[in-house]
């Protein structure tokens, strides 16, 4: 049988996407948390270029980047397949995967350490990037349609560390009167098993965030 | 037959990217030129989220980021794949592809625009990514093994906008002396066919850089 191993963190979402994924597939594998400010010989010798977690071992073999790893995960067991099977809507699904992890999630996250000065342009840059999703979403229950998808997956940081980067700044960015479908989605998505079961404990990533955000946060 | 339509810059290494793979399937496409300094309703239409070419119509369908794009063409047209069959060597063609998009394009470039006080780091951080992919490289004639792949159709800002920029900017990053194997690699790559006939005229493209570059350009 496949020997699967996961070097992860456990307050990372991209780590945490891998696991959304194997579970959401049932694919048995074992996990090796990381400490992340004193990094293993395994995670030196598996991602050397990166250093950083998520990493998959397949049989021996290393496949790092969150989105990289979803995909192979999708293409190497095809039960409950996470990307849709139409080339165009594949693309799609790319598309809005890459638009989360390189406009959603750095704008939204700089918020929350933002110096005064640059607060107003932080804001409106997340605010507008959420709208594009909400839009994206409409009156989808999930990205990916009626189940979980690809996208669904890689939003896991606005489905629930998002919630608990804000209360840990004391920040309101998303709410039901500013994002009502995003809010929706949140709800369905955090309360959906594989998702709720690969989450970590809000009071611990609170905890953890909160020392990390300066003392110059302000509410929204 | 499918319509194919591409809406692209003559300058940008992103859609001379598309090109390369449509060539390479040997696909009809109408090429529509965008003026990035005066973007058409098309382009506005198609790509309202980025705003910016490529953008690839498939029978009236858009796909956007050229990253997207490619993986798209191989799905849609299976003649001369660019993607390696099995899920690990995608994985790891996807990873390189990455990299060079994430890392070593935005530390080369930015060496040429780099103000004196952040030189140093600047250089430090291109010399040091492009030595991962000199050693990646290592006695392959290709990144795609003994033809062009789609890292090789991704690094082509490495294998030919870089020695434009480095004339036009009076910088020299990359030479047989400091990178034997990616010279080699950069000769046999303009002089392949269907990469030759799908780059921009060089004089023309160190015209339309120079004067882009400050005036604090310095010999490396």
Known sequence: MAEVKLLGAWGSPFSRRVEMALKLKGIDYE?????LANKSPLLLKYN?????VPVLLHNGKAIVESLVILEYIDETWKTNPILPEHPY????????????DEKCMPATWQIMFRKE????KAIE???QNLKVLENE????????GDKIGLVDI??????????????????????KESFPVLCKWIDEYVNCKVIKENL????KLIAFLQPRFMASTWKY
Chains 1, 2 share one sequence.
């Open 89 to 100: 809507d594949k693309a799609m699904a790319r598309f809005w995967a890459k638009f989360i």
């Open 125 to 127: 840059e997340a605010i």
């Open 154 to 175: 890689v939003a896991n940081f606005i489905g629930f560390w998002l919630g608990a980067a804000q209360e840990a700044a004391g920040v309101e960015l998303v709410n």
């Open 200 to 203: 970590p404990p809000r009071d």
């Open 48 to 52: 050397p270029i990166h250093k950083k």
């Open 137 to 144: 979403l409409k009156d989808k229950k999930f990205f990916g």
């Open 117 to 120: 000065d640059e607060r107003e």
């Open 31 to 35: 996990y090796i948390e990381e400490d």
